[in-house]
């Protein structure tokens, strides 16, 4: 026999297993006459490093995955990456500028080639991670949102959407980042709490010594002012109607507007209107007619237009614009406020809001089926808690603007001639075509100089990975979409899931996929967020070199109640490498008595042992299959758990190990094996490299005879008489080794049973494990006895007699008296709620027959052990 190591060499094996894998195509997937299992993986940015996040997501979709596999479906995980417009422009211009070259000098096919040669160098770091994580990633498939084929699908997409009226172009107030240079849509924005300053603000009223005070959070937007507003039905301004006032420090003169959108009781009931930096006083400058002075300029500093502090940052104008106006004498005052302000979910720079022209996609048409199919549980949300967030989105659902003011990405397919006139093409020469048939003296047209968000790409990814553009109802669309379950954090529940299933009933009129299992956030023990923002956030790789990648996968899934968030705690990571040392100790102890293996079959006295066995590993099996339908991936690993540290290793080991120097039964040997292979089955989609490592040492096996392909067997109803008879069984043990233990008795003194009992016959079926778990050299039944403890399992009573000493007789009764209370208390505790009208009339039958079995048990009990306290 080969030598086993000590423990688990996770290094080694690891590589080993991963590499085999790949090589015999296990994670390949092509189409066949087998039912598909489609999971397509939410692509990381290019920009991406491992962290928690992933750990947890792409650990839930490979136990998915692994499991399918097992199951006999043909599975395919499909891997990719996202171009990430925002954050890889933004690592490009940082690398450039660190090498001293300024991206404002350079041409866009200059930049461009940067940017590629970046992704090629850095881009694919994130996919060799997630290798060094287990994951069955078909590795043949991996896509990219800018890949010549994506790249061409996503103008399709713009194009037909923009021929059948969806997407316009259009001046509106979006979202600014100072800091990226581009626009953003709604759910790019984060909006914070945040300590500010309110400012009150005197204006002069015209031709008067009078003031008009208002308050504002953001004074360097006053150089913007076009009006002061208040409410036609504020009496406090009643007599300032046609009247005009004096914007501070510019000098500049604007009406005071009455508007019934004014609240009286914020502030001071007057507002400084800006339609230039602000949603609202656009809206109230449209209304009434107000002139528009931009005053930032695209990178956050005061433009020509603010005539003062030109050049300047907004954030260092705020603190000296409130000490120009407290100079000039018009600021009245300032208080501590707090408010919500908008941050870019890329950068963290403080959003602007700012008039463009932009891009835009109307969505709500598309929303509506896409509404549909998930509140009539056509896709169903794991947990359903996402549905009422997703229903009130979509119901509320604005046009999405999808321009960008970028370079990487998809170059937006509009071209202009020198009159204005846009047309819109899928090439250019399909463009110039368009242009000189409308004016055949066009000699030149320009293209936008835009990019497509990145999201107007990730919302095809489960249709373009299999080829959507290239040859719509290919073989490989028809049969793995829709994909079956989609596994995702609840952040990008509009980003990116809401806008998938639009796309999917536009261009397919169909789902994208079945289910969606939302994860929790991975936090730590102090309930934060993980992120390198805290410093919170442990180096996974260095966790995987140092613990095994199955020890992370587990620390992961062990505490990650289905849809909510984790509390991760890295003693996780110790249960799980301790896990695996249990598992490598039983499979030493197993190879030990292949030696012994007896020529022939023996008096079967192990038989209940490996009944019981069977029935655990079918009963388990069966709540495998419930709780894997509802994603309750944690629960289903705490049973995989249980089944193997306690059944397997704690009791049926035990119960069928030889005596020493004893032989073992061939059927009882080769029982012992097949039930280890089926934990090792059970427990691989979650620990799957120690578990085809056990699989394999455990005995010799054929090429081919792999663990990770092997499939499971259909779970079959467990037979609840054996599963109670072992209970029983292990309550007896427990109970007898405990009671040796309290009155000193060494474990290697042999002592005598005798049973008080009416079922005399379960006890020959299970005497020879019995007498061996406890010593026993003999067990008798129902006769009388003196000096002996006695211990009450059930309604039997269990007499343990020794040789060589005497019992404490009060100690014994204080023991069993101990118990008779804590019984009358349970009783007591049954009857109240038996006795209880409201309870009997409501509870289910099935709830009640549960609570009268329970006050039957414990009479039963409660009899017992006064019978054995009155013996003594």
């Given at each position: 026999?080969?030598?086993?190591?000590?423990?688990?060499?996770?290094?080694?094996?690891?590589?080993?297993?991963?590499?085999?894998?790949?090589?015999?195509?296990?994670?390949?997937?092509?189409?066949?006459?087998?039912?598909?299992?489609?999971?397509?993986?939410?692509?990381?940015?290019?920009?991406?490093?491992?962290?928690?996040?992933?750990?947890?997501?792409?650990?839930?979709?490979?136990?998915?995955?692994?499991?399918?596999?097992?199951?006999?479906?043909?599975?395919?995980?499909?891997?990719?990456?996202?171009?990430?417009?925002?954050?890889?422009?933004?690592?490009?211009?940082?690398?450039?500028?660190?090498?001293?070259?300024?991206?404002?000098?350079?041409?866009?096919?200059?930049?461009?080639?940067?940017?590629?040669?970046?992704?090629?160098?850095?881009?694919?770091?994130?996919?060799?991670?997630?290798?060094?994580?287990?994951?069955?990633?078909?590795?043949?498939?991996?896509?990219?949102?800018?890949?010549?084929?994506?790249?061409?699908?996503?103008?399709?997409?713009?194009?037909?959407?923009?021929?059948?009226?969806?997407?316009?172009?259009?001046?509106?107030?979006?979202?600014?980042?100072?800091?990226?240079?581009?626009?953003?849509?709604?759910?790019?924005?984060?909006?914070?709490?945040?300590?500010?300053?309110?400012?009150?603000?005197?204006?002069k009223i015209e031709d008067s010594e009078d003031y008009i005070t208002i308050a504002t959070v953001r004074p360097e937007t006053i150089l913007g002012d076009t009006a002061v507003c208040v409410h036609p039905d504020d009496e406090r301004y009643m007599h300032l109607k046609g009247k005009y006032c004096v914007v501070p420090l510019v000098n500049r003169r604007v009406p005071i507007i009455f508007d019934d959108y004014i609240d009286k009781e914020f502030g001071t009931g007057a507002l400084k209107v800006t339609p230039a930096h602000d949603i609202n006083d656009y809206n109230l400058g449209l209304k009434h007619k107000l002139p528009v002075i931009d005053t930032l300029n695209d990178d956050g500093t005061m433009s020509e237009a603010a005539t003062m502090y030109i050049g300047q940052d907004r954030f260092d104008v705020r603190k000296q614009i409130v000490i120009d106006l407290e100079a000039a004498g018009h600021l009245v005052k300032t208080e501590d406020y707090t408010n919500q302000v908008g941050f870019s979910e890329r950068t963290n720079a403080v959003i602007e809001p700012r008039l463009s022209m932009q891009w835009?996609?109307?969505?709500?048409?598309?929303?509506?089926?896409?509404?549909?199919?998930?509140?009539?549980?056509?896709?169903?949300?794991?947990?359903?808690?996402?549905?009422?967030?997703?229903?009130?989105?979509?119901?509320?659902?604005?046009?999405?603007?999808?321009?960008?003011?970028?370079?990487?990405?998809?170059?937006?397919?509009?071209?202009?001639?020198?009159?204005?006139?846009?047309?819109?093409?899928?090439?250019?020469?399909?463009?110039?075509?368009?242009?000189?048939?409308?004016?055949?003296?066009?000699?030149?047209?320009?293209?936008?100089?835009?990019?497509?968000?990145?999201?107007?790409?990730?919302?095809?990814?489960?249709?373009?990975?299999?080829?959507?553009?290239?040859?719509?109802?290919?073989?490989?669309?028809?049969?793995?979409?829709?994909?079956?379950?989609?596994?995702?954090?609840?952040?990008?529940?509009?980003?990116?899931?809401?806008?998938?299933?639009?796309?999917?009933?536009?261009?397919?009129?169909?789902?994208?996929?079945?289910?969606?299992?939302?994860?929790?956030?991975?936090?730590?023990?102090?309930?934060?967020?993980?992120?390198?923002?805290?410093?919170?956030s442990p180096d996974l790789l260095g966790l995987i070199d140092q613990y095994g990648a199955d020890a992370v996968r587990f620390s992961v899934m062990i505490s990650s109640p289905a849809g909510n968030d984790l509390l991760y705690d890295e003693s996780a990571l110790e249960q799980g490498r301790n896990f695996i040392n249990k598992m490598w100790n039983a499979l030493k102890l197993v190879k030990m008595w292949e030696s012994r293996v007896a020529a022939t079959s023996m008096a079967d006295e192990s038989s209940f042992a490996t009944d019981w066995m069977e029935q655990r590993i079918q009963s388990v099996s069966q709540s495998l299959d419930e709780l894997f339908e509802r994603f309750s991936l944690s629960e289903a690993l705490k049973n995989i758990y249980s089944l193997v540290w306690d059944d397997f290793c704690s009791w049926y080991l035990e119960w069928v190990k030889p005596a020493p120097d004893a032989t073992i039964d061939p059927a009882v040997y080769e029982k012992t094996v097949q039930y280890f292979e089926r934990l090792l089955q059970l427990l691989h989609p979650f620990m799957p490299f120690a578990t085809e490592e056990i699989y394999h040492q455990l005995k010799e096996r054929q090429p081919g005879d792999d663990l990770i392909i092997r499939q499971l067997p259909v779970a079959t109803s467990a037979n609840a008489t054996i599963l109670q008879q072992a209970n029983f069984l292990q309550e007896l043990i427990s109970n007898i080794r405990d009671a040796r233990n309290k009155n000193q008795l060494k474990n290697k003194d042999a002592v005598h049973l005798v049973v008080d009992t009416a079922n005399e016959g379960y006890y020959q079926h299970i005497k020879d494990i019995l007498c061996k778990q406890v010593n026993a050299a003999s067990i008798q039944f129902n006769q009388p006895t003196t000096n002996s403890i006695a211990v009450v399992v059930g309604t039997d009573k269990v007499y343990i007699v020794f040789e060589g000493g005497t019992v404490d007789t009060e100690k014994q009764k204080a023991v069993l008296q101990k118990e008779l209370d804590y019984m009358n208390g349970f009783l007591a505790s049954v009857q109240k709620k038996l006795s209880n009208e409201k309870f009997v009339q409501n509870a289910k039958p099935e709830v009640i027959a549960i609570e009268r079995k329970k006050e039957a048990d414990a009479l039963a009990k409660i009899k017992t052990i006064e019978e054995s306290m009155q013996s003594l």
């Open positions: 026999m080969e030598q086993l190591s000590k423990n688990f060499s996770h290094l080694e094996s690891e590589d080993k297993w991963y590499r085999h894998w790949e090589n015999a195509g296990y994670f390949k997937s092509v189409p066949d006459n087998r039912p598909p299992y489609t999971v397509v993986i939410p692509p990381p940015n290019v920009t991406g490093v491992l962290h928690m996040g992933h750990a947890l997501n792409n650990s839930v979709q490979d136990v998915l995955v692994r499991r399918a596999k097992m199951k006999g479906y043909n599975t395919c995980w499909v891997p990719g990456t996202d171009h990430a417009s925002i954050a890889t422009e933004a690592k490009v211009v940082a690398l450039l500028r660190e090498n001293g070259i300024d991206k404002n000098k350079l041409s866009r096919e200059e930049f461009l080639q940067h940017a590629w040669e970046w992704k090629e160098k850095y881009g694919g770091i994130i996919l060799q991670q997630f290798r060094k994580l287990g994951l069955s990633l078909d590795w043949d498939r991996t896509a990219f949102t800018m890949d010549k084929g994506y790249y061409a699908a996503v103008i399709r997409v713009f194009v037909e959407l923009y021929e059948k009226g969806k997407i316009f172009r259009g001046v509106k107030m979006i979202n600014w980042d100072p800091k990226a240079k581009t626009a953003l849509s709604d759910e790019e924005v984060i909006h914070k709490q945040t300590q500010s300053k309110l400012y009150y603000v005197r204006y835009w996609c109307k969505m709500d048409e598309m929303a509506q089926p896409a509404l549909a199919a998930v509140v009539d549980n056509e896709i169903e949300f794991y947990p359903s808690k996402f549905k009422n967030l997703y229903r009130h989105w979509m119901e509320n659902i604005k046009d999405w603007c999808i321009s960008r003011q970028l370079w990487w990405g998809q170059r937006i397919p509009a071209w202009y001639d020198d009159a204005g006139n846009i047309y819109v093409a899928n090439t250019e020469e399909e463009a110039y075509s368009e242009a000189k048939a409308q004016n055949p003296n066009i000699t030149t047209l320009k293209q936008d100089e835009d990019v497509l968000d990145t999201w107007f790409s990730s919302w095809l990814f489960p249709m373009q990975v299999f080829g959507w553009n290239e040859q719509p109802g290919n073989p490989e669309l028809n049969y793995y979409y829709p994909t079956n379950t989609l596994v995702t954090a609840p952040e990008i529940i509009f980003f990116w899931v809401a806008r998938m299933i639009m796309a999917g009933y536009e261009f397919l009129d169909k789902k994208p996929f079945d289910k969606v299992y939302f994860t929790g956030i991975v936090r730590d023990k102090q309930g934060r967020k993980m992120s390198k923002q805290f410093g919170n």
